[in-house]
């Protein structure tokens, strides 16, 4: 019955998609994995693992949410997807007007969605194997009574440096990431 | 000669009698052993639940006899350890044989979670069966393998969400996928499953219905109020579509043009869905429809019917049996 199905129904796979996602996802974890051992001075080795971890979880995270939130999805959206999925384009519905805003939308909202995710989950990711990046230690309340002025240096600063870290892995590996979908867009057009 | 003979008698000997017990040949005896019992069993007539017990038992033997000995022989092709996905793959056709129906697309889908379950299986058990912790190198491998696998798992849901969508819209499976990022087709389709040709044949049958062996003159009037009978036949036509979601992509149109001997009615399909050309297409069944004088029975009563009026003239209508595509949107009508 597989070989059946692979003949008739299967005729169309996602070997594209499959294809692109290994190359991007190869692409952000080289890049995340250099930035993150530039500024958090790790190891080769342990900075290729966490950002190859970080960068597989945002993936599976973001196919979780696409593979269950299709089939709920209004039909007028739903088969705008269907359109770019397949045809690589959106077609005439009531919808296609606002489509261009909802797309860039949905860029900075993921954006900035991954970048949360990556950062608590290198938090949670270094905890886990026993070399946590920050120390779970409590901050002595009386410190902050004072605020900025009585601050010494050996405050820490207030944004931690793995999460300014993470936020330029994810910076720069969105914009390869652009770049790359923008040049496949470019060579589709010219030839 | 007889050297050679014997070195290969060696081998044969040593690959299928290990010099020790504990080995992976053992476990394959075993579940040859079970499924020939299992055989056994059914012969003799005993219940289904000793069959099952024994069949079992020879699944669990394969599962670990397969993993244990690819592992052993380190059959690697590309460097891949296949050991944990063969007997992922063992598992799941195992725990989906259980029941009856198609479970294709779920024993896919698991397939990967379960192999790497095998996988951290013995990380987290000992050999006495009491949980431990592997150590932070060990994990953070493992949490690896379980992002991998389940990035896998959902590539394989997505191909059977795209196939849900080709169920759904059988007609999409016509187009072309060239300009797709995602989907690659491997295979031309025919283009029979457009839900637009069961649409214009419904259509066809309706205009026959209504216009063949009618009076010329009822044809006229009936071509002059084409919306009127298009709103008709698309209210007829609207069942072929009932069970398919698509129907609100299929835009029922004619045109009529005349000829210098009847007119030719055609009828569109117009696809308002998804489609690789962005000013989409139609299907379209070309009709002609002809006036038939009926034959006169005698050549000698021609000449005494000559003051009578003419016998009323009949409508003839045939249709083409092809439904070309054509890219864009059916041209507004002129004149």
Same mark, same amino acid.
Not at chain 2, 6 to 17: A, M, N, S, V, Y
Not at chain 2, 147 to 152: D, M, N, S
Not at chain 2, 155 to 165: A, E, G, N
């Given at each position: 019955?597989?070989?059946?199905?692979? +003949?008739?129904?299967?005729?169309?796979?996602?070997?594209?998609?499959?294809?692109?996602?290994?190359?991007?996802?190869?692409?952000?974890?080289?890049?995340?994995?250099g930035?993150?051992?530039?500024?958090?001075?790790?190891?080769?080795?342990?900075?290729?693992?966490?950002?190859?971890?970080?960068?597989?979880?945002?993936?599976? $995270?973001?196919?979780? $949410?696409?593979l269950?939130?299709?089939?709920?999805?209004?039909?007028l959206?739903?088969?705008?997807?269907?359109?770019?999925?397949?045809?690589?384009?959106?077609?005439n519905?009531?919808?296609?007007?606002?489509?261009?805003? +909802?797309?860039?939308?949905?860029?900075?909202v993921?954006?900035f969605?991954?970048?949360?995710?990556k950062?608590?989950?290198?938090?949670?990711? =270094?905890?886990?194997?026993?070399?946590?990046?920050? !120390?779970?230690?409590?901050?002595?309340?009386? #410190?902050?009574?004072?605020?900025?002025?009585?601050?010494?240096?050996?405050?820490?600063?207030?944004?931690?440096?793995? =999460?300014?870290?993470?936020?330029h892995?994810?910076?720069?590996?969105?914009?390869?990431?652009?770049?790359?979908?923008?040049?496949?867009?470019?060579?589709?057009?010219?030839? | 000669?007889?050297?050679?003979?014997? !070195?290969?008698? !060696?081998?044969?000997?040593?690959?299928?009698?290990?010099q020790?017990?504990?080995?992976w040949?053992? +476990?394959?005896?075993?579940?040859?052993?079970?499924?020939?019992?299992?055989?056994?069993?059914?012969? @003799?007539?005993?219940?289904?639940f000793?069959?099952?017990?024994?069949i079992?038992?020879?699944?669990?033997?394969?599962?670990?006899?397969?993993?244990?000995?690819?592992?052993?022989? /380190?059959?690697?092709?590309?460097g891949?350890?296949i050991?944990?996905?063969?007997?992922?793959?063992?598992?799941?056709?195992?725990?989906?044989?259980?029941?009856?129906?198609?479970?294709?697309?779920?024993?896919?889908?698991?397939?990967?979670?379960?192999?790497?379950?095998? +996988?951290?299986?013995?990380?987290?058990?000992?050999?006495?069966?009491?949980?431990?912790?592997?150590?932070?190198?060990?994990?953070?491998?493992?949490?690896?393998?379980l992002?991998?696998?389940?990035?896998?798992s959902s590539?394989? /849901?997505?191909?059977?969400?795209?196939?849900?969508?080709f169920q759904?819209?059988?007609?999409?499976?016509s !187009?072309?996928?060239?300009?797709?990022?995602?989907?690659?087709?491997?295979?031309?389709?025919?283009e029979g #499953? @457009?839900?637009?040709?069961?649409?214009?044949?419904?259509?066809? /049958?309706?205009?026959?219905?209504?216009?063949?062996?009618?009076?010329?003159?009822?044809v006229?009037?009936?071509?002059?109020?084409?919306?009127?009978?298009?709103?008709k036949?698309?209210?007829?036509?609207?069942?072929?579509?009932?069970?398919?979601?698509?129907?609100?992509?299929?835009?029922?149109?004619?045109q009529?043009?005349?000829?210098e001997?009847?007119?030719?009615?055609?009828?569109?399909?117009?696809?308002?869905?998804p489609? @690789?050309n962005?000013?989409?297409?139609?299907?379209?069944?070309?009709?002609?429809?002809?006036?038939?004088?009926?034959?006169?029975r005698?050549?000698?009563?021609?000449?005494?019917?000559?003051?009578?009026?003419?016998?009323?003239?009949?409508a /003839?209508?045939?249709?083409?049996?092809?439904?070309?595509? #054509?890219?864009?949107?059916?041209?507004?009508?002129t004149?």
């Open positions: 019955m597989p070989f059946e199905l692979l +003949v008739d129904e299967a005729a169309v796979l996602p070997l594209r998609a499959i294809a692109f996602q290994s190359l991007l996802l190869l692409v952000a974890i080289a890049i995340e994995a930035v993150l051992r530039g500024r958090l001075k790790l190891g080769f080795q342990p900075s290729i693992r966490y950002a190859a971890s970080l960068n597989l979880f945002t993936t599976v $995270l973001g196919w979780f $949410l696409f269950g939130l299709e089939p709920v999805a209004p039909p959206l739903r088969t705008q997807i269907i359109s770019y999925i397949l045809f690589g384009q959106f077609y519905n009531g919808l296609s007007g606002s489509l261009g805003a +909802v797309v860039i939308a949905t860029g900075l993921i954006f969605v991954t970048f949360w995710v950062a608590k989950g290198l938090e949670w990711l =270094t905890l886990e194997i026993g070399t946590p990046i920050v !120390d779970y230690t409590p901050p002595t309340l009386t #410190r902050r009574r004072y605020g900025y002025t009585r601050r010494t240096p050996q405050d820490p600063p207030t944004t931690p440096a793995h =999460t300014l870290a993470v936020l892995a994810n910076a720069w590996s969105f914009s390869a990431i652009l770049l790359l979908l923008v040049l496949r867009y470019g060579l589709e057009v010219l030839s | 000669m007889i050297q050679l003979l014997k !070195d290969l008698w !060696d081998r044969i000997t040593g690959f299928l009698f290990p020790q017990y504990f080995a040949q053992s +476990v394959i005896y075993l579940a040859l052993f079970s499924w020939a019992m299992s055989w056994v069993a059914r012969f @003799s007539g005993t219940t289904a000793t069959q099952w017990v024994i079992t038992g020879s699944w669990i033997f394969w599962v670990i006899g397969l993993g244990w000995a690819l592992e052993a022989n /380190q059959i690697r092709p590309f891949i350890p050991a944990p996905w063969v007997s992922g793959a063992l598992v799941c056709s195992y725990l989906f044989a259980l029941f009856p129906g198609d479970h294709l697309s779920a024993a896919l889908v698991i397939w990967p979670l379960v192999s790497v379950g095998l +996988v951290a299986l013995p990380a987290f058990i000992s050999w006495d069966f009491k949980p431990k912790l592997p150590f932070p190198l060990v994990r953070q491998q493992l949490i690896l393998l992002l991998l696998a389940l990035l896998f590539w394989f /849901q997505f191909y059977f969400r795209l196939q849900t969508w759904d819209y059988p007609t999409l499976l !187009d072309d996928f060239g300009r797709s990022g995602f989907v690659l087709k491997i295979a031309e389709v025919s #499953r @457009s839900g637009g040709i069961p649409l214009l044949t419904a259509a066809e /049958q309706q205009v026959k219905d209504q216009l063949d062996n009618t009076p010329w003159p009822w006229e009037r009936w071509l002059l109020n084409l919306d009127g009978q298009m709103v036949i698309r209210n007829e036509t609207r069942s072929v579509l009932l069970d398919s979601s698509e129907a609100a992509f299929w835009e029922l149109t004619a009529p043009r005349s000829l001997n009847g007119y030719a009615l055609k009828l569109m399909a117009v696809w308002t869905g489609a @690789s962005p000013e989409g297409y139609f299907l379209e069944k070309t009709c002609l429809i002809r006036p038939r004088i009926p034959p006169v005698s050549t000698s009563a021609r000449e005494e019917n000559i003051q009578e009026p003419t016998p009323t003239a009949m /003839q209508v045939s249709c083409e049996l092809e439904t070309p595509k #054509r890219l864009g949107q059916p041209a507004p009508l004149g």
